[in-house]
């Protein structure tokens, strides 16, 4: 097996395993609050990303650019890293989960999907980005996949409710920390960045539970059952720590845009896991929906190819 189709492995994988936090989460919400789960979730992250990054420096297979400093020098990386870890990872976490009181993980999983959408939308306001007439058709075409899911009226959630904002509050949070993760990742390494926003996670969802008073012990409630030791594993371990490592093996090999293409199976995944694990109902408006989503994102990522193609060859033609 050659180094691309072990890339193109890795990437699906990859893929369908980010659409599943939702599904997992569910039935460790039943025995704690959203915010438990998510401070549990990042602890046991960061946890797991030090032993990954130890042993990768110490193998020399992680590469270490150079070190965070906690000083006054350093004070821009510091706050852009908590805000990454807060409300790229905490937040982010945090309201998908809260949603899941008002729709079903599918939907959630679909509204989800939203997010390299919402990422380059960051950028066109930030950085100066520009969209190609015929993403911003794409992009239309994935929010009309959207709105025919939650308008779906034999959905359990009964059409339009405040949930879908929350999980779309979710996507936000993920997007508007995009180019500020990708910034410190370049003078950090992407392994000691993801570790760095999961301590953050960690200690500010702490620290919101200490001042709030909320119930910290219900996080024991996690050994209850093996299903919830199991899922914690898979989010924390998982999806949180090792997965990151696994999707810098498929960038390496099949590049950005070819792992980029294999992270729109996340709402297909969310979807079909929710209805042989949630026993979630399977309508036409639902398939309709996720089908319009996942050829959206497609189409949005094909032409944003294009047009960056086209750009390098027209930027070529001027140097020569």
């Not at 399977?282 to 989503?293: F, K, N, Q, S």
Request: charged share 10%.
């Amino acid at each position: 097996m050659n180094r691309t189709t072990t890339g193109w492995i890795a990437a699906i994988f990859i893929g369908l395993l980010w659409g599943i936090p939702w599904i997992v989460g569910t039935p460790i919400l039943e025995v704690m609050d959203p915010q438990v789960l998510v401070w549990a979730r990042y602890t046991v992250a960061f946890i797991t990303l030090a032993i990954i990054l130890n042993v990768g420096i110490a193998t020399g297979k992680v590469e270490k650019k150079r070190d965070f400093k906690l000083n006054w020098e350093n004070r821009h990386d510091i706050v852009w890293s908590a805000a990454c870890g807060i409300i790229g990872q905490g937040a982010f976490s945090f309201f998908s989960f809260l949603s899941l009181d008002y729709i079903t993980a599918s939907e959630n999983g679909v509204i989800q999907g939203l997010i390299p959408i919402l990422i380059l939308t960051v950028g066109f306001f930030r950085h100066n980005a520009r969209f190609s007439t015929m993403q911003m058709v794409a992009a239309l075409g994935a929010f009309v996949g959207v709105a025919i899911l939650v308008m779906d009226p034999t959905s359990e959630t009964s059409g339009f409710n405040i949930g879908h904002l929350i999980c779309f509050a979710s996507a936000a949070s993920f997007a508007t920390m995009a180019y500020a993760r990708a910034e410190l990742a370049e003078k950090y390494g992407s392994v000691a960045t993801m570790f760095h926003q999961f301590v953050f996670a960690s200690i500010g969802f702490g620290l919101y539970l200490l001042f709030t008073g909320a119930d910290l012990s219900s996080a024991l409630g996690i050994f209850s059952s093996p299903l919830r030791i199991l899922c914690i594993t898979i989010l924390g371990v998982g999806i949180s720590g090792v997965s990151y490592i696994i999707y810098i093996y498929a960038m390496e090999r099949v590049g950005v845009d070819g792992t980029g293409m294999a992270l729109n199976l996340m709402p297909l995944s969310s979807f079909v896991l929710a209805v042989f694990a949630l026993g979630e109902s399977v309508t036409p408006m639902r398939l309709l929906a996720i089908g319009v989503v996942i050829l959206s994102m497609m189409m949005f990522m094909k032409f944003g190819n294009d047009k960056a193609k086209a750009e390098a060859a027209a930027l070529e033609a001027q140097t020569a």
